[in-house]
T-cell receptor, first 113, second 111 residues
Framework: DVKVTQSSRYLVKRTGEKVFLECVQDMDHENMFWYRQDPGLGLRLIYFSYDVKMKEKGDIPEGYSVSREKKERFSLILESASTNQTSMYLC????????????FGPGTRLTVL | EDQVTQSPEALRLQEGESSSLNCSYTVSGLRGLFWYRQDPGKGPEFLFTLYSAGEEKEKERLKATLTKKESFLHITAPKPEDSATYLCAVQATYNFNKFYFGSGTKLNVKP
């Protein structure tokens, strides 16, 4: 019953490294999202994509980029990781027809040293 | 400014002690309000969607209600397995891809 998967549950990287987080959904959803979750701040949208190769900035896009080459896969890229990017990263998808509930992946806990 | 506020931040209940969680929101146009459950170290899991004031949804010991300014998640006779963080999110009419999340209520139910 797998719906949204993320490439890693835990990741430890060093400052300045390029980091790739991958997300795959098997529901044929058009829209996919990347959030980060920090204590007391809730979920904050980094980027979302409404179609292959299409993307829009969310509320906190600085320091991040994304790639969507296939409908089922949405990647988040940290070009040069910094310690303030230590966080829980959550991927989600939603049907572009119903725009009902978002389906979330299990999350990636990223630590940047 | 569109935003969502959840209260309390944390809630400790004895097993069987009913209570309610609050989600108040300000949004230019509400398309839907969503409740999610999140267990430690996991992604949020969908519980309910509410679309209009007066609407109610139920699932086991949980019941969600909606007014024009807030939503309540009522927990009746909770069990320890209901312990989790409960998140509320609102979806705007001007952008169906825009969701505003609250910071959650962490519920701990003691046996």
């Amino acid at each position: 019953d797998v719906k949204v998967t993320q490439s890693s549950r835990y990741l430890v990287k060093r400052t300045g490294e390029k980091v790739f987080l991958e997300c795959v959904q098997d529901m044929d959803h058009e829209n996919m999202f990347w959030y980060r979750q920090d204590p007391g701040l809730g979920l904050r949208l980094i980027y979302f994509s409404y179609d292959v190769k299409m993307k829009e900035k969310g509320d906190i896009p600085e320091g991040y980029s994304v790639s969507r080459e296939k409908k089922e896969r949405f990647s988040l890229i940290l070009e040069s990781a910094s310690t303030n990017q230590t966080s829980m990263y959550l991927c989600a998808s939603i049907s572009g027809l119903s725009y009902n509930e978002q389906f979330f992946g299990p999350g990636t806990r990223l630590t940047v040293l | 400014e569109d935003q969502v506020t959840q209260s309390p931040e944390a809630l400790r209940l004895q097993e069987g002690e009913s209570s309610s969680l609050n989600c108040s929101y300000t949004v230019s146009g509400l398309r839907g309000l969503f409740w999610y459950r999140q267990d430690p170290g996991k992604g949020p899991e969908f519980l309910f969607t509410l679309y209009s004031a007066g609407e109610e949804k139920e699932k086991e010991r949980l019941k969600a209600t909606l007014t024009k300014k807030e939503s309540f998640l009522h927990i009746t006779a909770p069990k320890p397995e209901d312990s989790a963080t409960y998140l509320c999110a609102v979806q705007a009419t001007y952008n169906f891809n825009k969701f505003y999340f609250g910071s959650g209520t962490k519920l701990n139910v003691k046996p």
